[in-house]
């Protein structure tokens, strides 16, 4: 396990967009609306709904034909989640949970996070006009902590690692009847819906799926949600197939992935004192994956694969991205990527169209 005086300072790390953050007229008239605790509850949740429709997702899928040249890929195309409000794909189930609470009548919501998650969730909270209450790690220095602080969130520093800030948060929500916006716990289930929206759109822009999606891995909830959206989209007739879902992970250090290369029924908990977070491969770092056995279900059951990226693969991707697509992404949101370039290197895949989604933000 680290030492508690170790401080984890994740590189290039994920930031929001200015101006997606700066508000337009009939957006600030919603934001008002919304947050006003004197304005009818369906109000509320009727200007929260709008603010989310005009924020969040429809981000951009963009065809890499410069990185196409380095892996030899037919057709590869980058669904970038940095076009959200605050950088990274956690806005689409941050205004998922929020919505849900503000709903729900809950007047606070909390969670726990080493960065993105936290941001995402005390800014769409900001908007709601609910109290948000974020729980962090008390080994880990993140930029993102004056981001949370300044959308008026509360930070509690919780000793131990994620895992325990987790059981932490939720212990608090249960106690003093607080939302609860952590993976595994009771509200988890919305953050699957919110996460389809991504294979939604994909399916917009292609009018198919395509043959393979790349997902970066850490609790695999991005993963099982990407790959529930296309299985009803294919079971609803709307697309020819389900396309193959790639995980990539940081090596050695998610359930995952290394249930996958196991044959493992399910996946089983890492030792935590044999994992050890790098400035590059914190946001994929878990010795307990929450929605690990519905991500591996989902690769299976798609014929995908999932590999390991170690952190100078990962730097390398992201460069290529910088200086090839004009992208800043993530260096650890760039682990499926990576396992799926490997691929392509290794055996020729056949000719057809592969997407892999990223984070981080524009260049």
């Known amino acids: ?13 994920a930031r929001p967009d200015p101006e997606l ?10 934001r008002r609306l919304a947050a006003d605790s004197g304005r009818t509850l369906p109000e509320r949740v009727s200007a929260f709904e709008g603010i989310a429709d005009l924020e969040v997702g429809d981000t951009n ?3 890499a034909r410069n990185l196409e040249r380095e892996t030899g890929m037919r057709q590869l195309y980058l669904k970038f989640e940095g076009g959200n409000p605050t950088g990274t794909q956690k806005d689409r189930i941050a ?3 929020c919505h849900d609470a503000l709903r729900r009548g809950f007047d606070t919501v909390t969670v726990a996070t080493c960065g993105n998650f936290g941001a995402a969730l005390s800014f769409a909270a900001s908007l709601a006009g609910l109290r948000c209450v974020v729980f962090v790690p008390t080994g880990y220095h993140t930029r993102r902590l004056e981001e949370i602080l300044s959308y008026g969130a509360e930070i509690v520093r919780s000793e131990g690692d994620y895992e325990t800030a987790v059981q932490a948060s939720g212990q608090v929500a249960a106690e003093h009847d607080l939302y609860d916006a952590n993976p595994g716990g009771e509200n988890a289930h919305l953050q699957l819906v919110a996460y389809a929206m991504i294979a939604t759109e994909i399916y917009d822009e292609l009018r198919d799926a395509p043959a393979a999606v790349a997902i970066p891995v850490s609790n695999g909830t991005t993963l099982a949600g990407i790959y529930r959206g296309f299985r009803s989209l294919y079971q609803r007739g709307r ?14 250090k998610n359930p995952i992935i290394r249930a996958f290369l196991r044959d493992l029924e399910r996946c089983e908990d890492l030792d935590p004192a044999k994992i050890r977070e790098t400035a590059v491969n914190e946001p994929l770092i878990n010795w307990h994956a929450y929605d690990g056995d519905v991500a591996l279900e989902a690769i299976r059951k798609s014929g995908g694969w999932a590999g390991y990226a170690s952190d100078r693969q990962m730097q390398r991707q992201a460069s290529l991205l910088r200086a090839r697509e004009g992208l800043q992404p993530l260096p650890a949101s760039t682990a499926g990527l990576a396992v799926l370039a490997s691929r392509a290197r290794e055996t020729p895949l056949p000719g057809d169209r592969y997407v892999a989604v990223l984070t981080g933000r524009r260049g």
């Open 61 to 63: 899928l963009v065809r």
């Open 239 to 252: 697309t020819s197939r389900i396309p193959r879902m790639v995980a990539g992970s940081s090596s050695g």
């Open 1 to 13: 396990m680290r030492e508690e005086t170790e401080r984890y300072v994740l590189l290039d790390e």
């Open 95 to 97: 205004f998922a949970v």
């Open 21 to 30: 953050l700066t508000f337009g007229e009939e957006e600030e008239r919603l």
